[in-house]
């Protein structure tokens, strides 16, 4: 393959992923997925995955082309499926459509899928080429990769702190730390992450109402950590009917406060009642289960700094993002409690990206 040939490759799956990012928070727990499809140098087809349990990205540029696609050369960042789930198999359309050459940015993890998509498109006679933009293609559906091979949600730490590492201050104000921009990049992050996780202080202090602030978004289901069931039911998350919401207590305090637990009930909170120590802390490992049993694939975790230490310590978190704003307070609320002694033993990120939004930094990090 000459340069010129690779770069009109990476040139059109380039133009996929600008596809598949079109149904971030709609498609999931399913990948976000884009296709082009090319014939005789022109793009003749363009489709991508809209929504979860509709058709998916092959189908939709099929679909959408001008002429035959008979011949033609199909982009899509993730390996067709090749398999029935709520839409038949996207390798036996592209087979019985005469597709001649099919370019794969990455595999799916799916491993009822991996490979064999791949396998029954060249037993076809199709030529395959894959892992073209394998980089940018899988940490685009980073979610979905995590959620198909372990069954738990991926779980993001959103901080917001001073350049003194502190997320409030001593009297446990952190309105407004960061920048309107960033928060305006907050609410949006929201809409993309199926739930959004907060402790029983974060509600009792600062009573958020953790949405996406946005008509027309996606609001994010909201999960409350309450281990020891301090929470009161007049927080506006109870009340304000914009998002489902659950409440996670231990089963201990769900036997002593069981009136309590009836008012909760009565306002439709969704109770989750799980195991805990005596202290009534919930393994983050357990929790990610449940809800991942229920089909929520990613946790956007805000606060506060007990919550963070916890999926730090319990290695539960899988990224970090964190919003440091140009101020410094000396005493305060700091945005973690690892109460780590020895240097060598620090908690380490991976492929670390930044970035400004205005005079606001921000860091992106992998656990």
Known sequence: MTNF?????????????????????????????????????????RGYHHYFGGPHAEVN?????????????????????????????????????GIKRVVIGSLDPNPLVKGKGVKQLRKAGIDVQTDLLGDECRKLNEVFENFITTHLPFVTLKIAQTLDGKIADSNYRS???????SRELVYKLRSQYDAVLVGAKTIIKDNPELTSHSTGKRN?????????????????VFNDNKSKTFLVIT???????????????????????????????????????????IGISSILVEGGANIFSRFVQEKSADKLLMFVAPKLLGSGIFSFN?????????????????????????????F
């Not at 789930?85 to 459509?97: A, M, N, R, S, V």
């Not at 309105?175 to 921009?181: D, E």
């Not at 994010?220 to 506006?236: E, H, M, Q, W, Y």
């Not at 909760?264 to 802390?281: H, R």
């Open 5 to 45: 040939e690779k770069q009109k490759d990476e040139y059109f799956m380039l133009e996929c992923l600008s596809l598949a990012r079109k149904g971030i928070g709609l498609v999931s727990p399913n990948p976000m997925v884009g296709a082009v499809i090319v014939k005789k140098g022109r793009v003749i087809g």
């Open 251 to 293: 089963k201990r305090a769900a036997k002593i406060n069981h009136k309590k637990k009836e008012e909760f009930k009565d306002k439709e909170v969704n109770i989750v009642e799980l195991s805990g120590n005596t202290a009534g802390q919930i393994s983050t490992h357990r929790l990610l289960k449940y809800f991942g049993t």
């Open 175 to 181: 309105r407004w730390i960061s920048n309107k921009t």
């Open 220 to 236: 994010p289901i909201r999960i409350v950590l309450d281990g020891n069931f301090n929470c009161s039911s007049k927080a506006t």
């Open 61 to 97: 540029a099929i679909a959408n082309s001008t002429e035959s696609v008979k011949g033609s050369t199909v982009y899509v960042n993730l390996e067709p499926c090749n398999i029935f789930g709520k839409t038949p198999p996207c390798t036996d359309l592209l087979i019985l459509k």
């Open 338 to 366: 690892l109460n780590i002694k020895d240097i060598n033993k620090s908690v380490r990120l991976k492929n670390i990206n930044n970035f400004m939004l205005e005079d606001d930094l921000v860091l992106e990090g992998y």
